[in-house]
């Protein structure tokens, strides 16, 4: 070890500003007029089609070709963990990728900062019946931007043996039904202290908001060029405390907890159900991560306010971008119009067990996917505020919820507070 | 630096060694001045590292304070140019009493855990002279062995150990009978949090330290610890008297090494979190980070990077004036 060792914080700080200053350069010409058939177009994709389903990149290629013979496409697999660093250093410089695909929380701000160009919803199949949830997510001011690509929705998970040894027969389809089975699991395992009927860590603000949204409630709402938080309203205040109560009987899971490791929990056989991405289940299976000797089952969360209806579910999932630097975008909307066509959004959704991206391939999905296709027929998504991504980064909702769950605040207090707090980001 | 235009520049780079060699007898002071003739070898030989240091550090630096001046956001980092709004970025940050209470956290952080590394790694060092040749052959290697552990490694080893459900701390706690620390947060309140964090980064920093300080100490003359034993003076009294004198300067190095790296801390706090530290436990390094890279604000982030570099300079001013004066003296 050199003594010179002035340097490591500097070079630390020199390291952010490197990459700072890597994304200098460009003077910012973008007005490339009439795109003409380019050499070649760049394809940022995610890993997921990579694994999933990379024979539909392969056929939207070819049937790409046809249209573009001269053109070639590259294309790049990505991952979720840095896609977006990669993305602001690319974007800032001469020849950022043509086609880029954004988790749909991530399609605000880059709408917002005019990352993206410009699309026409008739140019791409199945455009009528898209996803709500995707298309909100792909849109800015009424303008077009992002194609929905697939989604995914959640249900609720639940281990079938311990739902059978408990007295619950079929799956709960209402809501009194839901909490009749908890009673009822609570009862034959209640003394096991670590036992949860029904698993929800605090922090689990997905899970939190689809109660909002069932209720009538929402984060916030657009005014003008305003938003208006909502939170504090009486139909979130009711569903929070209602969630409160629910969460507090039933889970025993951290409520200063997340998500994140609820998969590894259950598999340990001392949950009974929890709330989850259809994919969940293949970690939860996982010879090396989880126990593939479970059995389990899914059923969509029922509505609590409404038999017969479904609790909205947070729908996640991607959309694919034209980059506004691209110095071909129509060329680069063919291969995504090539990409969403019904034979390879059938390939996706049967290979993978995803959802599509339109309602009228939902029949497609598998029968022991339905119950998270059926979930993603009533959905909600978080506001498309340009800022939105600064309300995640600090932690609010979050943070709201463990303090109601814990005690340290009533429903009513911490959600003022988050609403003041929400308010203040999505405003400034 | 007055003492750069005579011959051994290398003084200066050679300071914490001469700590080691403080028992040795000073070099004769005639070799130190051997001629006034002005030579462009040293130029020559400093050249390349001074070229690498301007392209490495100085052009970032001088971009990071450009930018610090800029309303530099998604939007101005697509078009690729900022535009220039004078001190906003600063008179915002340093506007905040949000960004004061995570500078006095960030110092206090610093304090504790800059004290207890140099405390524990004196008492193992010291004990390391007292061990037995395979016994302290097996903490060396240990040491090494943590010294070499990447940080993000070390930072899920930890996260694992404090974990909600599977968590070995929780589990041995109250196993022990504590019955309160089945299933505990670590995290919940933020002192005890940063308690764990402060083990992490004390833990991983104790290597560097005590090797250092354990090499200083064989250097120090045995004769003059015993001769005060013999004048009847106690462990303590020896060590503060005789031993901690001469290892004087290798203390104030490794001290400020530990300033400058724990004023900097990032990962331990960013990662063990799950990247979502709540407010309470931000410190200026996370700050900077979330402001930049998670909320876009890239001047404003820039901004308190260029205060954070201003402070560690200050901090590093003792640093600095001890590297000359060890070369000066000698």
Redesign the interface.
């Given at each position: 070890m050199r003594p010179s060792k002035l340097f490591p914080a500097l070079a630390t700080v020199a390291m952010a500003a490197l990459t700072l200053s890597a994304c200098g350069g460009g003077s910012g010409g973008s007005g490339t007029g009439a795109s003409k058939e380019p050499a070649s177009i760049t394809v940022w994709l995610q890993t997921d089609a990579q694994q999933g389903w990379p024979e539909a990149v392969d056929a939207a290629t070819k049937t790409f070709a046809a249209k573009h013979p001269n053109t070639t496409v590259k294309v790049e697999y990505q991952t979720w963990g840095d896609h977006l660093t990669k993305l602001d250093a690319a974007l800032a410089g001469k020849t950022p990728p043509d086609v880029v695909e954004l988790g749909n929380t991530e399609t605000t701000k880059y709408m917002a900062a005019g990352a993206l160009a410009e699309l026409k919803a008739d140019t791409f199949q199945n455009s009528a019946s898209w996803l709500q949830g995707l298309a909100d997510a792909g849109s800015f001011d009424g303008q077009l931007y992002a194609v929905p690509y697939y989604a995914g929705s959640r249900a609720v998970i639940y281990n079938t043996a311990l739902y059978q040894a408990a007295g619950v027969a079929a799956a709960p389809t209402t809501f009194a039904e839901l909490t009749a089975a908890n009673d009822k699991l609570q009862a034959k395992y209640g003394s096991d202290k670590s036992f949860s009927g029904f698993y929800v860590p605090g922090k689990y603000w997905y899970q939190a908001m689809s109660w909002v949204y069932d209720n009538g409630g929402q984060i916030a709402k657009r005014d003008g060029d305003k938003w208006v938080t909502t939170l504090s309203e009486q139909p979130a205040v009711d569903a929070i405390t209602a969630w409160r109560d629910f969460v507090l009987k039933y889970s025993k899971a951290d409520v200063l907890g997340d998500e994140a490791k609820q998969d590894a929990v259950f598999a340990q056989g001392k949950v009974a159900a929890l709330y989850g991405n259809g994919w969940e289940r293949g970690v939860i299976l996982d010879p090396k991560t989880g126990n593939p000797k479970l059995s389990l089952g899914a059923f969509p969360m029922p509505s609590r306010v409404k038999d017969g209806a479904l609790m909205p579910a947070f729908l996640g999932g991607s959309n694919l971008a034209v980059t506004a630097k691209s110095q071909a975008p129509d060329v680069a909307a063919d291969w995504i119009a090539a990409f969403t066509d019904t034979p390879n959004m059938s390939a996706i959704v049967t290979k993978a067990g995803v959802l599509p991206n339109t309602t009228s391939l939902l029949n497609l999905v598998k029968p022991e996917d339905k119950a998270f296709a059926d979930a993603a027929q009533t959905s909600w998504f978080v506001p498309t505020a340009p800022n939105w991504a600064n309300v995640e980064k600090a932690n609010i909702l979050p943070q709201a919820l463990s303090d109601i769950l814990s005690g340290k605040a009533q429903p009513a207090d911490a959600l003022k507070s988050a609403d003041d707090q929400i308010s203040q980001l999505l405003n400034g | 630096m007055a003492s750069l235009d005579t011959g051994p520049t290398t003084g200066p780079?050679g300071?914490?060694?001469t700590g080691q060699s403080a028992g040795r007898p000073a070099r004769p002071p005639t070799s130190i001045r051997p001629s006034r003739r002005l030579s462009p070898l040293p130029y020559l030989l400093v050249g390349p590292s001074v070229l690498l240091l301007v392209v490495?550090?100085g052009?970032?630096?001088a971009?990071?304070v450009v930018?610090s001046l800029q309303r530099y956001?998604?939007?101005e980092?697509?078009?690729?140019?900022g535009e220039f709004v004078g001190l906003d970025n600063y008179r915002a940050v340093l506007g905040d009493p949000f960004f004061l209470s995570v500078v006095l956290r960030t110092v206090v952080f610093t304090a504790v855990a800059v004290t207890l590394t140099i405390v524990l790694s004196t008492a193992m060092a010291m004990l390391m002279r007292r061990m037995h040749g395979w016994a302290r052959i097996v903490l060396q290697s240990v040491l090494v062995l943590v010294w070499a552990m990447p940080a993000l490694v070390s930072i899920a080893v930890w996260q694992w150990l404090f974990d909600?459900?599977?968590g070995v701390a929780n589990w041995a706690l109250s196993s022990l009978g504590l019955d309160s620390f089945?299933?505990h947060?670590w995290?919940?309140d933020p002192k005890q949090g940063f308690v764990v964090i402060t083990g992490l980064v004390v833990w991983a920093a104790l290597p560097?330290v005590v090797i250092?300080l354990y090499a200083g100490i064989t250097q120090v003359p045995k004769e003059l610890e015993e001769a005060a034993t013999v004048d009847g003076a106690s462990g303590w009294l020896v060590f503060r008297h005789v031993t901690f004198p001469i290892l004087r300067p290798i203390y104030v190095?490794v001290a400020s090494?530990s300033v400058?790296?724990d004023?900097?801390v990032?990962q331990q706090v960013y990662v063990m979190l799950?990247g979502?530290p709540?407010?309470d436990y931000y410190l200026i390094?996370v700050y900077?980070?979330?402001e930049?890279?998670?909320?876009?604000d890239?001047g404003k982030?820039?901004a308190i990077?260029v205060l954070?570099?201003l402070m560690?300079l200050a901090a590093?001013v003792v640093?600095?004036r001890q590297m000359i004066r060890l070369g000066d003296v000698r």
């Open positions: - | 780079l300071g914490p060694v490495v550090l052009y970032p630096m971009r990071l930018i956001r998604l939007r980092l697509i078009r690729g140019s909600f459900d599977f089945d299933r947060n995290f919940a560097f250092t190095i090494l400058i790296w004023f900097g990032f799950n979502k709540s407010k390094g900077s980070f979330i930049s890279f998670g909320v876009n890239y982030g820039s990077a954070m570099v560690l590093s640093y600095i």
